[in-house]
């Protein structure tokens, strides 16, 4: 037979996560064989042991279903969703102005500047020098994107990898890289409108921009009338006609604008830009006196925040005709219809910020000086404090022993993203550089500070936060009630304000009852829950398990049950047939005993008649004559004799057809057949012949009844010739 060569290899394992798991007994597939019936000894089935061990060690494993093969890509997946990394996205600026495109570079190219969707600062126009910079500006594009989009390579300017030896870096693991020619909606869809999706879902979530001046910061997050920016993509999303039924009709969105700017360049102040430049206090991490209007439409939102940006500080410096002087901080929130007390309160907390940093800047390269000096430093320092509060919660996690410094605190802008710094919140970050080779110092900064922060992990404790934080502010909102109740019952003065009151606070409590019903319905503590259900899945599945055994050895005692029962049934009939044996033997035994107490000449006589009419019958049955003492196997020779012969004992019956049947001869040497003595045999047949006759006329057959009709001829024979002749026969 051919052998069949093994199984190659796989090229790749999966390793299974389960725990390890004892072999278990196979249960009895097949029914246990009957016993033949012709072996009464035949083994019983043996029933397998049962398996209680097996059942008590089932484990469950940790987050998992306990059937389902966990495998690694799998439970990565699965922390993805307990802790994502921080996204971090890279924005390259267009280099020169592309013919024909509707793309705009501003500082190259003034005259091809698009008017910005916002009002724009008249005071801010190109100056000659920006333009003498601009013709400097070479086309040499420092700043590679790799295929995958993922990545980028430095490259440093010739200058540079001469005289100091520097070398192209690469920098990866970039969640996109958008390349100079990326639109503003490729912008969008791919960074923002997973963040605006989420917020209509419940979940806050910041976009904070991040670059050197006059990288497009500005530019990426408001954009201009033909390309408008992140902020107004997401209002125009947030905005969108939803259909009839959906929950997100009955919300309502508040806008709050404001802006951290240093006054004189000293001191941090914020700034309100939606009110009169109004100027605002932080408690904690709390702006006080924040004004948010409700907006109802993307136009309404558009002018609002036209007009903010209006106020907004910027300036003409060397390296941007209209830098940003300030950190800008949009906040969408989303609330919820009064009438709506059905939704869920969350929403309530649920808000979108965009940040618009300040651009870092390079003294030497803007040339600042006086109160752009002082700003400069005010921006460069938020910028650092920003990056030392990420650098700080990034290497907490490496190191979770290391306490997470609290850099926070040296900022208003990093105090007021607190919990964006700390990883309490969702996070996502843009970066924008300029390409160009006189830009080279600053991407590398920039990249070489911003690119270790994708390594971040924000816990996604949001949610959870959210939920203790509605059932605090429901507890004390409820707590709060109670003295007010009872001091408004304890006032007899006005009978009829009380009531009104007491209704007032009664239908307060039931909608608070009710809000909170709906809102803790499914909300009972996820921790304890989780621990709950792995150990009733454990009970569950150990439940099963025994079912299973006892289910299977049942089957089996069963089986075993039948095949004693058969096995009975065939000892009875066995018993019944050795009873009827025994009844007959017992009968042959007395009819033996009757035979022996006849008198002997009798039997003898009713015996050789018995003999002798079988002999003749025999003889004279066919037109052939042949032995029939015995098995015969009678052959014609050529003389037309028979010759008949015996197997047991050799006799040969040697006759002619109507011969007389005394020519046996009878052959065989143990029965005296041997031809000296055939002359005896005939002789004693004859006798036999003749007492035979003689014996039937004297006795008229009186000792007939001795004779057993039933017995073989062979035995009557045998037993007639010892009678006659003793033992020797
Ligand atoms: N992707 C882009 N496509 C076309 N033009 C751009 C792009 N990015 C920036 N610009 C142009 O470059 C100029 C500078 O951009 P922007 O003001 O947005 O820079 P910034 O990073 O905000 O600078 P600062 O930090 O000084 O405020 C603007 O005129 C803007 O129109």
């Known amino acids: 037979m051919e052998s069949k060569s093994p199984p190659r290899c796989p090229s790749s394992v999966t390793v299974r996560r389960n725990p390890y798991r004892k072999a278990r007994a196979t249960p009895l597939t097949n029914p246990p064989q009957l016993p033949s019936h012709s072996t009464s000894s035949s083994k019983l089935p043996p029933i397998s042991s049962f398996p209680i061990q097996d059942i008590l060690s089932e484990e469950i494993p940790q987050n998992a279903p306990p059937t389902v093969t966990v495998t690694a890509a799998s439970q990565s997946r699965s922390q993805d969703s307990i802790a994502e990394n921080l996204r971090v996205y890279l924005r390259i600026r267009p280099l020169v102005p592309l013919k024909g495109s509707t793309k705009n570079v501003g500082d190259q190219n003034p005259s091809s500047r698009t008017k910005n969707v916002w009002p724009q600062n008249p005071s801010k126009k190109d100056s000659v020098r920006e333009k003498k910079n601009s013709k400097k500006k070479n086309n040499e594009s420092c700043v590679t994107v790799s295929e995958d989009c993922h990545s980028v390579t430095l490259s440093p300017p010739l200058p540079l990898q001469e005289s100091k030896r520097i070398k192209s870096e690469v920098y990866e693991g970039f969640s996109y890289v958008f390349s100079a020619d990326s639109t503003q909606s490729e912008v969008y869809e791919k960074m923002v409108n997973p963040l605006v999706e989420d917020f209509l879902k419940g979940k806050s979530g910041m976009l904070a921009a991040l670059g050197p001046t006059g990288s497009g910061k500005t530019h990426t997050v408001f954009g ?223 990249l070489r500070q911003a690119s270790p922060f994708m390594k971040i992990k924000f816990t996604n404790i949001e949610a959870q936060s959210n939920l203790l934080c509605n059932k605090r502010q429901f507890q004390t909102t409820f707590r709060a009630e109670q003295p007010k109740r009872i001091k408004l019952g304890s006032r007899d003065a006005s009978m009829i304000e009380g009531k009104i009151a007491r209704d007032e606070n009664r239908l307060h409590d039931e909608e608070d009852l009710r809000i909170c019903n709906a809102k803790f319905k499914n909300c009972t503590p996820l921790n304890l829950n989780s621990d709950n259900l792995m150990k009733r899945e454990r009970n569950h599945q150990i439940m099963q398990n025994f079912a299973k055994a006892l289910w299977s050895v049942l089957k089996q005692h069963n089986e075993k049950l039948k095949v004693a029962e058969s096995e009975i049934q065939i000892l009875k009939e066995n018993l019944r047939n050795e009873k009827t044996r025994s009844i007959e033997m017992e009968k042959e035994l007395n009819n033996l005993r009757s035979f022996c107490t006849c008198s002997k000449e009798n039997s003898v006589a009713s015996t050789i008649v018995k003999v002798g009419e079988n002999f003749e019958s025999t003889v004279h049955s066919e037109g052939h004559t042949f032995c029939s003492f015995d098995e015969t196997k009678p052959v014609l020779d050529s003389s037309n004799r028979i010759n008949s012969e015996c197997s047991s004992c050799l006799r040969i019956c040697d006759s002619t057809p109507g011969e007389d049947h005394r020519n046996v001869k009878v052959l065989s040497p143990n029965c005296n057949c041997s031809p000296e003595n055939g002359d005896l045999v005939r002789r004693q047949q004859q006798d036999m012949s003749s007492q035979i006759l003689s014996h039937k006329t004297s006795s008229n057959l009186s000792g007939l009844e001795c004779i057993d009709d039933k017995q073989e001829p062979d035995a009557l024979v045998g037993m007639t010739l010892r009678l006659l002749f003793g033992e020797k026969f």
Do not use: W
């Open 224 to 446: 201009s009338a033909r390309e408008p920016g992140m902020v107004p993509l997401a209002l125009q999303r947030i905005f969108k006609p939803a259909p009839a039924c959906s929950s997100q009709s009955s919300r309502r969105f508040y806008l709050s604008i404001f802006e951290i700017c240093a006054e004189r360049g000293k001191a941090e102040r914020i700034c309100d830009l939606t009110s009169d430049g109004q100027d605002l206090s932080m408690q904690q991490s709390a702006i006080k006196g924040l004004q948010e209007v409700l907006v109802h439409d993307v136009a309404g939102a558009e002018q609002l925040i036209g007009r903010a940006l209006l106020k907004r500080s910027t300036a003409m410096t060397n390296a941007n005709s209209q830098s940003s002087r300030s950190q800008c901080i949009i906040n969408i929130r989303r609330g919820i219809d009064s009438s709506d007390a059905e939704t869920d309160e969350q929403s309530n907390s649920t808000v979108l910020s965009i940040v618009d940093l300040a651009g870092a800047e390079r003294e030497k390269r803007t040339g600042s000086q006086g109160t752009r000096l002082a700003e400069s430093n005010f921006i460069n320092n938020t910028s650092m404090v920003f990056g030392l509060c990420l650098r700080s919660l990034l290497e907490h996690q490496k190191k979770p022993k290391k306490a997470l410094q609290k850099h926070f605190q040296n900022s208003l802008l990093t105090r007021y993203l607190r919990d964006y710094l700390e990883g309490k919140k969702r996070m996502t970050l843009i970066l924008t550089v300029k390409p160009g080779e006189e830009d080279y110092l600053d991407a590398s900064y920039l």
